[in-house]
């Protein structure tokens, strides 16, 4: 019963991290149909920043490598993006690609790619015990994060002007020109929103794993993607359904397969996601419309 | 408009005799490769080793692009898992070009048929190839359904499971452990005769019924099915194709590099390969030679420029930084690759 309830907690909060991992991702695939793999170079670059400031207090740590996400995520928007917003979907994963690319190529050549260890606030190490069940405190924080940042995104979403012009632009960009909304600006504020989720999830991230390398950024960026595919392409909502399903799943499989098949943990993720894909195109939450928009 | 695209490219299929179609618009294609085997030539009669590994390197590449042109170029499906079947195309020769007596130290638990295997080059490059394509039927019975993203994940989801196969079947791979033992070559010569093989492979799917139809699902998916094509079933031709000659890049990658590790055929290789094709123009053959080509230059002439060779040295790390900027201005300032559209 106790290891039962280890495991809920695990996977609540692997799938929290991960949900917030999925929305930076699935905002901007929202807005733009873009799918970013720069998002995983804002992840390893405000990894570095994290690592570069860490000795100072943490309420000055935290707003730092939150500025140094929206700053790189505004960066790439504006050399990359902007120019090829009318290109062909792949073209625009493609350049994506390259951008994170071109990220780790620039740290491995002033850094080198040795990992780096941060040396994370010790609070972040510590647990509690609440009924014989061991709680990392955080996981707590990390669940908190998410529950916060993804309310706070829904309320911008359906409360402000910008988040309303933003879910009219996920809707139908052209139309949103035409009607006199100011494009730029929204996507310029899209990809504001994706580099604090990304410093969010470095700070979160890099806590558990105590390391940042070059290479740091990929792996987050890649379950990001298949989560924002499972929970539905253009939902926001269903982005963070989808990672949080994903995390649960990973945490569940890790539970319940036999030890010989465990190290297949991942093959057994991915294979249910190409099932999911094939049988449920428009994922979880999303609508068929919108999946066959897609890209 | 696009109909109208779809249209005319249909109906040729009706206009146009067999040897009509083979032979179409072979010349930009054919300049192309008499270029190439004129430079390997080049490379193999006076080239210094370095040069030669650099000039293999090239070709690997161009078979691997080629592949992917054949899928993603005719089908405008994009696809993240054709370095899986590199993989498959690798180890597969691997395991049977390894010499036995080096096999039984290396992989003392390997099934006795494949432990007693010795095939020579070419069977084991069609052995390899022909195993990759048959892991592209078996995955391509979900993939063709998928366009768009839905494709990309799911091609990269099987890219994901080959990576967790090959690191933990140690039995047949060594899992993370380097792959040793190939007998090697520093041979221009061979690579350049697979590179025609493979272009001219991919020619002949291009201008096959099969590659008229599958272009005409990718200009206009709609028209092209209320023409009576099968979207599922031409790009599943293309898939096998495409798959069997990436299985030749991996075979190639094996026998020529002659060792490595799952890694090798992860995000890396991906990436460079879907630059290069990006590059030279995703939607023409042409482009797929031109890509590869040129991206090579490119690259030995900042790796040169690194070690020193030139009278100005630049610093360690710029070589990965100029190409990822590179690809980026390509991507931004000509969105169609280098060769456009124009020969699609």
């Known amino acids: 019963m106790t290891e039962v309830a280890q495991y809920v907690v695990n996977g609540i909060s692997l799938g929290a991290l991960y949900a917030l991992l999925a929305l930076g991702v699935g905002l901007i695939f929202g807005v733009m149909n873009l799918v970013n793999f720069a998002q995983g170079a804002y992840i390893m670059l405000a990894g570095y920043v994290l690592f570069f400031t860490i000795e100072a207090p943490w309420a000055v740590v935290i707003p730092l490598v939150v500025v140094a996400g929206v700053v790189i995520a505004l960066v790439t928007e504006r050399i990359a993006f902007r120019p090829l917003r009318g290109a062909d979907g792949s073209t625009r994963m493609v350049a994506s690609f390259a951008l994170a690319f071109l990220a780790q190529s620039i740290v491995v050549a002033i850094e080198g790619s040795a990992p780096k260890a941060i040396p994370i606030w010790s609070l972040m190490s510590e647990s509690i015990v609440v009924l014989d069940v061991r709680i990392p405190v955080l996981d707590l924080i990390t669940i908190g994060a998410s529950t916060c940042l993804l309310t706070g995104l829904w309320l911008f979403l359906t409360r402000t002007r910008t988040g309303l012009a933003m879910r009219a632009a996920a809707e139908d960009f052209e139309m949103l020109r035409l009607l006199g909304g100011r494009a730029d600006r929204v996507i310029a504020v899209a990809f504001a929103i994706s580099g604090v989720l990304a410093a969010i999830a470095a700070v979160l991230l890099f806590s558990k794993t105590a390391v940042v390398d070059p290479t740091a950024g990929t792996n987050p960026v890649l379950i990001a993607f298949v989560a924002t595919v499972i929970g539905g392409l253009g939902s926001i909502l269903g982005a963070a359904l989808g990672g949080f399903s994903l995390g649960v799943l990973t945490t569940a499989l890790q539970a319940t397969l036999p030890a010989g098949l465990s190290s297949y943990r991942d093959a057994f993720v991915f294979g249910i996601v190409i099932a999911l894909l094939v049988f449920r195109p428009q994922g979880l939450l999303g609508d068929r419309a919108e999946a066959q928009r897609a890209v | ?344």
């Open chain 2, 1 to 344: 408009m696009q109909g109208a695209e779809a249209g005319v490219a249909a109906a040729r299929l009706d206009l146009r005799g067999e040897a009509g179609r083979l032979l179409g618009r072979a010349p930009l294609v054919l300049a192309l490769t008499a270029g190439l085997v004129v430079i390997c030539l080049l490379v193999q009669a006076y080239g210094s080793d370095d040069l030669k590994t650099t000039t293999i390197t090239m070709l690997i590449n161009l078979i691997m692009v080629v592949g992917l042109y054949t899928f993603i170029g005719n089908s405008g499906v994009l696809s993240f898992g054709h370095a899986g079947f590199m993989a498959i195309g690798a180890y597969a020769s691997a395991l049977l070009t390894i010499p036995i007596v080096t096999k039984s130290v290396l992989l003392p638990d390997l099934p006795p048929f494949l432990a007693d295997a010795a095939f020579a080059p070419v069977p084991a490059a069609l052995t390899a190839a022909a195993a990759a394509a048959v892991l592209a039927a078996v995955i391509g019975i979900p993939i063709v359904r998928l366009a768009g993203i839905q494709a990309a994940i799911a091609t990269f989801s099987f890219l994901a499971i080959v990576q967790v196969v090959l690191s933990n079947w140690t039995e047949l791979t060594r899992g993370q452990m380097t792959m040793t033992g190939i007998p090697l070559s520093i041979d221009v010569i061979a690579p350049m005769l697979w590179a025609v093989v493979a272009i001219g492979i991919a020619y002949a799917y291009k201008q096959s019924r099969s590659g008229f139809r599958l272009r005409a699902t990718r200009e206009d998916e709609l028209s092209a099915r209320s023409l009576g094509i099968s979207v599922g079933r031409e790009r599943f031709v293309a898939l096998l194709v495409s798959a069997f000659l990436v299985g030749i890049a991996g075979y190639l990658y094996a026998r020529l590099v002659g060792s490595f590790s799952p890694q090798n055929f992860y995000l890396e290789i991906t990436f460079i390969t879907l630059a290069m094709l990006i590059i030279g123009g995703r939607n023409s053959l042409a482009g797929a030679i031109v890509g590869p080509v040129a991206v090579s230059v490119l690259l030995e002439l900042l790796r040169r420029g690194e070690d020193g060779s030139f009278i100005a040295t630049i610093p360690n790390g710029s070589r990965d930084i100029v190409f990822g900027a590179l690809t980026l201005a390509v991507l931004v300032l000509r969105p169609d690759g280098l060769m456009g559209r124009r020969f699609g």
